[in-house]
Each structure stands twice: as C-alpha cells, then as structure tokens.
C-alpha cells in the first residue's frame, strides 16, 4: 500500500493474520497458502468505500486434502486490519472489472464458488455488509452440478457481470446434450442471479466452445459494453474461439449466433474499453504447437479484425 506521503510499505499478512487464524481456528499444524491462480483469485479487490477484499486458498501440509479451505479477507481500515471468514469452497473466484460493470463496486464483490476440478458443482452468493463493518456471507445458491470450475487458470476469464441488483453469470457444462454429439463442444450457459431474493433466473443456453464436450478448457468469458449489450467469447482448446453477444441490454434470453474467431487459441479473457472496443489476449498456438500470446480486437460495430 502507498502513504499519504507517497512512500510505499509492504506487509506480509501470512505470519500476522493467516498463521494465527490456521492454527487457532482452524486447527492447523502448519500453513501452506496456495494462491497460484490455479485454485484461487490472486488479486485485491476494493469497493466504492475503500474497503479491501481478498480470496486464500489455505491448506495444511501434514494433513490430507480435507484441510483445503477457501478464506475471504477484508479490511475497512485501509488493509490495516482484516478479518477472516471461511468459506464453503476452497475454490473461489471475484466478479472481475471488465469494463463497464462498475455495479460491482457499490457492494462486496460477487464470490463465484466452485467444489472441485471438472466436472463440478459451482455456485453464487454476495456478501452484504453489516453497519458494524462485518459481512453476512449467505448461503450459496446451486448453479449447476456438471459444469467447468469458475477457475480460469489462465487468461483470468471473467464470468459475472453486476448491474443493478442483478448478477449475469456465464459458464460451461460438461455434458452433451439431447441431439448433440461430443464433436460439438463445451455447451455455455447465461443465467441472472437476484441478489435480494437470492434466485437464479432459468439457465439460457448462448453455444458451444471448442471440439470436445469434455474438454475443461472451454469456458466461457463474459464482459459488457457501455448499452448493456453482453460480450461472450467461448473458448476451445487450440481451436478457434467463439463469439456471441445479447441482443437486448442486460437481457439473456436471446443471443446472436455464435461466429469463430482466430485458430489455435485457449485461454482467452475480454476486456471492453470507454469506446465499446473488445480486446481479448489468447495463448496461440498456431501455426504448430509453439506457444505465443495472441491480441484480438472488435472495434464496436466491426467485425474481429486478424
């Protein structure tokens, strides 16, 4: 964090804040923290009242894979001081600032959970803020059973868009669905979540990302443009990625056909900037298997540029 002189100071808040919690709390021998980004969000996230949030992976080492817990962290008092409360999943991922989300930041940020690797259960649910400065973290609300983690290990794929009192989340199933075939792909699904009433709307299918309905590669990354139009490319697995957008303004219920884009991409995120540009960064890998970072662009109105 940076002082009001403009001197910066660094802090270590393992052996302050998380040791003493692992060991008193949650009984733990020794502390491994695994934030990688393979498991877990690596960043800070801020709300409009300053306040600070944090996601942890936490393990103990001499135990077995029943110790992993997933920790939100939050401090009101400029990351002076932060408070700990577990969460239901160790794996767990924030809403993301894409572009024109800034609804986000009027609340704690939304917390997108998963129970394991693909196939899984993932879920929803947003922290409310208490007037003694404490969050009530309800209970999380079922999305799927089968679906791809909210674990965008690379690329940093965003899947949830707040606008309003409403939360509209992408994902992916791995399953093939009636008259389909496992050719076809990871299906994506859009569903609107209801913060006060804490329900999700019925799920919307928007297409199908890659050549393997299997392939846990395959999510879907979500942002939203200046109208409320919402951007989605579904990823493939060294294959093109594919693109759809709403037709309506924060509305699912119908979606554009989906249109390829590129060749031998995986991982890509989407960004939107001030003038409605999608930008997406890919690992490439064509031609041949020899990996490469790829930048992708659609300026409002055009098509995806090579």
């Known amino acids: 964090s940076r002082t009001n002189a403009g001197a910066w100071s660094v802090r270590d808040i393992t052996d302050d804040v998380l040791l003493p919690y692992a060991e ?13 980004g393979q498991s877990n969000e690596t960043a800070i996230r801020f709300d409009n009242d300053g306040d600070a949030y944090m996601l942890c992976f936490v393990s103990d080492p001499t135990s077995d894979w029943k110790s992993r817990k997933g920790l939100l962290l939050h401090s009101h008092d400029s990351m002076q001081t932060w408070t700990i409360y577990q969460l239901p999943c160790y794996m767990a991922r924030f809403e993301k600032l894409v572009g024109h989300n800034r609804d986000c930041l009027k609340r704690p940020p939304v917390l997108l ?13 947003v922290p409310e803020k208490q007037p003694d400065h404490t969050l009530r973290i309800p209970e999380p609300v079922e999305i799927a059973t089968d679906a791809l983690p909210f674990i965008p290990h690379s690329g940093e794929a965003n899947q949830a868009i707040t606008h309003g009192d409403r939360v509209f989340i992408s994902y992916g199933r791995m399953t093939v669905l009636p ?10 699904f859009a569903v609107t979540y209801d913060i006060h009433e804490r329900a999700l709307s019925e799920p919307v299918l928007i297409g199908f990302g890659g050549k393997n309905a299997k392939d846990n590669h395959n999510w879907p990354a979500l942002t939203v443009d200046s109208r409320g139009i919402l951007h989605v490319v579904i990823n493939g697995h060294h294959d093109p990625f594919r693109y759809t957008h709403s037709l309506r303004p924060y509305d699912i219920s119908q979606w554009a056909p989906t249109e390829e884009v590129s060749n031998g991409v995986t991982y890509a995120g989407l960004v939107c900037d001030d003038e409605d540009t999608l930008y997406s960064v890919t690992r490439m890998s064509h031609p041949g298997y020899a990996f490469r970072l790829s930048l992708h662009r659609k300026k409002s109105g055009r098509p995806w540029e090579e």
């Open 179 to 188: 008259g389909r075939a496992v050719a076809d792909g990871v299906p994506a």
């Open 24 to 36: 008193k709390t949650l009984g733990f021998a020794e502390l491994q923290v695994n934030n990688t």
């Open 113 to 125: 959970l998963s129970t394991y690797h693909a196939p899984t259960s993932i879920f929803v649910t």
